[in-house]
């Protein structure tokens, strides 16, 4: 069993643990008026990456720093959609092939807004917060770089990347 190392600020949380999406669910719907649509995203460790097996992933961040990006992230939601919660759970350390990595949940009165503002969190975590990956592939340690895909996907929300991720 790997060491418990959880670090969470209000909406974020960053651990090394496991999460139940249905239990961060009820969490954020807990006491919340008028919530017609959740919509939420789930991303898991890949078997393969630009071609190459993978084996494992081992994620590093900045503590402190991370979490703060991430909340920021979450208020630039709230400013753009019509939001009543919204919740990002994002691991560390190492992950194996189909563990999950991130949770992204919001709430919002209609599936419109909460299906675009889980789609802009997590173009935003991909770009903008301050994780770094490795992979283990059959060639070795690699660590992973930041993807034009994922640039130009934050860009459709009229936000450039700044090269934090």
């Known amino acids: 069993m790997r060491e418990s190392c959880a670090m969470k600020t209000g909406r974020v949380t960053i651990q090394t643990e496991d999460f139940d999406l249905s239990s961060e669910v ?20 890949r078997d393969r990456n630009d071609g190459d097996e993978v084996s494992r992933m081992e994620l590093e961040h900045y503590p402190g720093m991370t979490e703060r990006a991430i909340e920021a992230m979450i208020d630039a939601a709230f400013a753009r959609f019509d939001l009543l919660g919204a919740r990002v759970i994002h691991r560390i350390g190492p992950l194996e092939v189909g563990e999950q990595i991130v949770l992204v949940v919001v709430s919002s009165a209609h599936r419109g807004q909460a299906f675009q503002a889980c789609e802009f969190l997590m173009d935003y975590l991909k770009t903008q917060a301050p994780f770094w990956k490795k992979e283990q592939t059959p060639q070795g340690a690699r660590w ?3 993807r034009v895909a994922d640039d130009d996907a934050l860009r459709r929300w009229g936000i450039a990347a700044s090269g934090n991720a």
């Open 144 to 146: 992973v770089d930041a």
């Open 26 to 45: 009820a969490a954020l719907r807990a006491h919340q008026r008028g919530v017609g649509a959740v919509a939420s995203f789930v991303g898991t460790v």
